[in-house]
C-alpha cells in the first residue's frame, strides 16, 4: 500500500472546490448582473466578499446560462484519505476503477481535482463476524481494522500493479514481520480480506494509507511496547520509550523536525530483516555506515551546526580499523557510544563512563587520578585519545607538546612534567625486558627445550605491563612504577630460565656431536677387526 500520496490537507481542502454556479435564466435583457447580484434583488445571490470589483463582462467569462453548461464532471466517488494518486488505479483501472479517456492523456493527478470533486464517499459493506478487533488505548495504539486470518489481498493485488509494487510485496515476504504474521493492514489499516479497492481501503476498515511520519514510532510501539506480545520473543519493550527521549525524538515531537530519524530509517520498512541478520542495516559491521547516511550528508547536517567527518575518521581510527576491517564484533560503532534507540551524544563529563564501558580498568585508575579530581575541567579520555578518530596508543603521547601529548598541558621541565617522563622510562624498561624474555623463549622453544613454565612466567609480566599501562592514568609514579617492578621482575627470571636453557641446548649439542664420534670410532674400529678376521678365515 505504498503509494505515492499528497497531504490529506492538499486533498480535502486545496482541490476540493464547489462546482461554478450556471446562470439559471436567460441572459436576454438581463446583462447587468451586478445590478441585482449586488444588492441581492429580488432574492437574487449576493456577489461574494471576494468578487468586489468584478465587472459584468468578467461574470460570464465563468459563469455561463444552465442551458449552455456542458455536462458536470463525474463525482469522485470515493474518500481522498489515503488515495489521492488518482492516475495509480485510473491509468491501468486498477481495482474496476474507470479508465482515463484518451482525450485526458498527459493530465496529472492534481489536474484531475481541478473538475473532479469528492463526492459522499462509499462507506465499506458489513464484514463477516471475526475476532474482535481491539479496544483503542493511548498511544501508542494499534491501528483497528477487520482482521482475516491468513488472508491478505493487499499483497495478492500489488504484485500484479508494477515492479515497484512487486518489490515492495517481495520485501515484505522476505521479513522478520511476514513470519511474525505482521501484515499489510497492522501497518496501513484496511480490510485484508476484501476482493474491492473502495472496500478494501475504505476508512471504515481503518485505512490510513501511508503513516505521517511523526506518527511512526507510536504506530511501531503498538506492538513493540506490549510486554505480552513481545515477551515471546524475548525482545525489550522500553525502545519507545528511550525515542522520546532520546535526540531523535525530542527533535521529532518537540519541534516537530521532520529530518530526523525514525524506526524505518534504520530498520527499513517493508524490508525488516532481524538485527543479527547480517544484511540488516543495524547489524553491527553496517552501523557505521547506516548512521553517516545522514550525519554525511553536509546539506542534512547544516542546520544543526553538526560536522560531517565522523564516518571518515571512525574508519581510519582502531576502532573502525577492528569493526570494519577485521570484523572484530566487540569493537564499538556509533550505537556503542551514543545509544540505539535512545541516541544522544555523551557530554564531555560522561565521557570517561562511556569509554569505561569497555575499557573498565582504566576507568578505576582514572578515577582515583588527579585529572579525574579535577572534574569538568580536567582532561577526558577524548582530550588525549580523540573522539572519532582515536589511534593506538604508545608512550610517544608522553613527549612533545603536539595536541594530545602530555607537554600540551605539562611542560617537560615542570615536576608533573619530569614525572611524566619517569612514567615513560619505567613502562618502556618493562616493555623493552619483557621483548627480550620473549625472544629467548623463543630460541629455547625452536631447539626442542620444554618451556611451558617460561611461557607461564611470561604471561605475568605481559599482565603487568598491561596493567601498568593502564594505571598511568591513574598519573602516580608509584603505583605504575610498583607495576613495572613487577613485570621486570617475572621477565628477568623468565630470562635468566631461558638462558639455562639455551645453555643445556649447547651442552646437549656437544654432548650429542662428542658421542656421535666415539659411536662413529667403534663402529670404524669393529668393521677393521671384522675385515681383518675374515681375511684370515679365507685360507
Not at 195 to 202: P, Q
Not at 473 to 496: F, I, P, Y
Request: hydrophobic letters at 35%.
Amino acid at each position: 500500500m505504498a503509494f505515492v500520496f499528497l497531504s490529506l490537507a492538499i486533498a480535502g481542502d486545496v482541490y476540493a472546490q464547489p462546482p461554478i454556479p450556471t446562470i439559471p435564466h436567460s441572459l436576454e435583457g438581463r446583462a447587468a448582473c451586478l445590478a441585482c447580484h449586488e444588492a441581492g434583488v429580488g432574492g437574487a445571490p449576493v456577489i461574494p466578499a471576494n468578487h468586489t470589483g468584478r465587472t459584468n463582462e468578467m461574470c460570464t467569462t465563468c459563469h455561463v446560462a444552465a442551458s449552455e453548461a456542458p455536462p458536470q464532471p463525474p463525482l469522485i466517488p470515493h474518500t481522498l484519505v489515503g488515495r489521492s494518486d488518482c492516475l495509480f488505479c485510473h491509468e491501468k483501472g486498477v481495482g474496476g476503477a474507470t479508465v482515463i479517456p484518451s482525450d485526458h492523456a498527459g493530465r496529472t493527478s492534481e489536474t484531475c481535482r481541478n473538475c473532479h470533486q469528492p463526492g459522499a464517499p462509499i462507506e465499506a459493506p458489513p464484514t463477516p463476524a471475526g475476532p474482535p478487533t481491539p479496544t483503542p488505548v493511548p498511544i501508542p495504539t494499534p491501528i483497528v481494522h477487520p482482521v482475516r486470518r491468513g488472508q491478505n489481498t493487499c499483497a495478492t493485488c500489488h504484485r500484479t500493479l508494477d515492479e515497484k509494487q512487486a518489490r515492495i510485496v517481495d520485501e515484505w515476504e522476505k521479513s522478520i514481520h511476514a513470519a511474525r504474521n505482521v501484515s499489510c493492514a497492522d501497518c496501513h489499516g484496511g480490510d485484508p480480506g476484501a476482493e474491492g479497492i473502495n472496500e478494501s481501503m475504505a476508512p471504515a476498515a481503518g485505512y490510513i494509507g501511508v503513516p505521517d511520519r511523526v506518527k511512526v514510532p507510536g504506530l511501531c510501539a503498538s506492538c513493540h511496547a506490549d510486554p505480552v506480545r513481545m515477551r515471546q520473543y524475548d525482545l525489550p519493550t522500553d525502545q519507545f520509550a528511550k525515542y522520546q527521549e532520546s535526540i531523535h525524538g525530542r527533535a521529532l515531537y518537540e519541534n516537530g523536525d521532520p529530518n530526523v530519524a525514525t524506526c524505518v530509517d534504520c530498520h527499513g520498512s517493508h524490508k525488516v530483516p532481524e538485527v543479527n541478520d547480517p544484511s540488516a542495516d543495524v547489524y553491527p559491521i553496517n552501523v557505521p555506515k547506516l548512521c553517516a547516511r545522514c550525519h554525511a550528508d553536509e546539506q542534512l547536517m547544516a542546520p544543526y551546526a553538526i560536522a560531517t567527518n565522523q564516518y571518515d575518521l571512525y574508519r581510519k581510527s582502531v576502532h573502525g580499523i577492528a569493526l570494519l576491517e577485521r570484523q572484530d564484533l566487540r569493537a564499538p560503532s556509533c550505537a556503542t557510544c551514543h545509544g540505539t534507540h535512545g541516541a544522544a551524544p555523551p557530554g564531555f563529563a560522561e565521557v570517561a563512563n562511556v569509554c569505561g564501558s569497555c575499557h573498565s580498568a582504566t576507568q578505576d585508575y582514572y578515577a582515583r587520578g588527579a585529572h579525574a579530581q579535577a572534574g569538568d575541567a580536567g582532561p577526558k579520555c577524548v582530550t588525549c585519545h580523540g573522539r572519532y578518530d582515536v589511534t593506538k596508543p604508545d608512550e610517544s603521547l608522553f613527549v612533545g607538546t603536539e595536541e594530545r601529548h602530555c607537554g600540551n598541558c605539562h611542560p617537560p621541565d615542570s615536576p608533573i612534567g619530569k614525572e611524566v617522563a619517569q612514567i615513560r622510562e619505567a613502562i618502556l624498561e618493562a616493555a623493552a625486558t619483557l621483548a627480550k624474555a620473549e625472544e629467548l623463549v623463543s630460541q629455547a622453544a625452536s631447539r626442542g627445550m620444554i618451556v611451558a613454565y617460561e611461557e607461564t612466567k611470561l604471561s605475568e609480566a605481559r599482565t603487568g605491563l598491561i596493567s601498568a599501562r593502564a594505571a598511568q592514568h591513574q598519573v602516580a609514579l608509584d603505583v605504575v612504577t610498583k607495576l613495572t617492578e613487577a613485570s621486570v621482575a617475572a621477565s628477568q627470571e623468565v630470562m635468566e630460565a631461558a638462558e639455562q636453557k639455551l645453555r643445556e641446548s649447547v651442552f646437549r649439542r656437544q654432548a650429542m656431536v662428542v658421542a656421535v664420534v666415539a659411536i662413529s670410532i667403534t663402529v670404524g674400529a669393529l668393521y677393521s677387526i671384522k675385515r681383518e678376521l675374515d681375511r684370515r678365515l679365507e685360507p
